[in-house]
């Protein structure tokens, strides 16, 4: 029913408008002067181009959008468009046959939706990676905790912060990030560890800190 058309980079065409509409509105002028001389079999009907916003749990488990398709003799048609796993934020998909038909002698031309994602409140995507920040204090870091992690899914995993650990240290829930749109296996989730350090120590605590550093003990 579709195929991947590409993904845009910011060299392509942006297309702004929230609607569907057609292309190529030459294509009557050609044909009264032309007579779509040596083209009769190849005619058909207009591409229609589109833009989506999805959520970033859609591209995890995939979603079903029924949109309004406007053709270009004014008509109207309610479609159901499939948004695979995995997409990609800017991936152009081409839906065979889902465009206008407004000359029912011709066959139906496709439909080309540009998906958008969203950006998520907490978690980043890296292709097929997720990446969440965690704080931890500096006590944490030195001598090691176990955090909860909420993953994107909504499952809770405790993982275990080595002591020492360094300020961005990441760990890795393996296969807990996004489906990859061609084979369906997922990436990581990947966890970035924040070390945050206090600010209104009391003076005994400083004094204990400057004799840990300086090794009295």
């Not at 995939?62 to 270009?72: H, L, P, Q, Y």
């Not at 993982?159 to 760990?171: H, I, K, N, R, Y």
Request: hydrophobic share 30%; with cysteine; net charge positive.
């Amino acid at each position: 029913m579709y195929d991947q058309y590409g993904t845009a980079d910011p060299r392509q065409q942006r297309y702004t408008s929230s609607h569907f509409h057609g292309e190529n509105p030459f294509e009557d002028i050609f044909s009264q002067m032309f007579g779509n001389f040596g083209h009769r079999s190849q005619a058909r009907n207009n591409t229609i181009q589109a833009e989506v916003q999805i959520e970033l749990e859609d591209v995890l488990y995939g979603k079903s959008i029924d949109a309004e398709v406007g053709f270009r003799n004014g008509a109207t048609k309610l479609v159901t468009i499939n948004i695979p796993k995995g997409v990609y934020h800017g991936s152009q998909i081409r839906y065979q046959g889902m465009g206008d038909h407004s000359n029912p002698k011709a066959p139906p031309g496709d439909l080309i939706v540009r998906v958008n994602v969203r950006k998520h409140h907490t978690f980043k995507r890296s292709e097929d990676d997720l990446i969440i920040d965690h704080n931890i204090s500096v006590y944490d870091a030195i001598i090691g905790t176990e955090i909860k992690v909420t993953t994107l899914d909504r499952k809770t995993f405790n993982v275990s912060v080595p002591a020492g650990s360094q300020p961005d240290t990441v760990l890795s829930c393996k296969g807990e990030g996004l489906p990859n749109p061609h084979n369906n296996v997922r990436g990581n989730l990947l966890i970035k560890v924040k070390v945050k350090v206090p600010k209104n120590l009391s003076k005994k605590h400083i004094r204990t800190l400057a004799d840990l550093r300086d090794g009295r003990i």
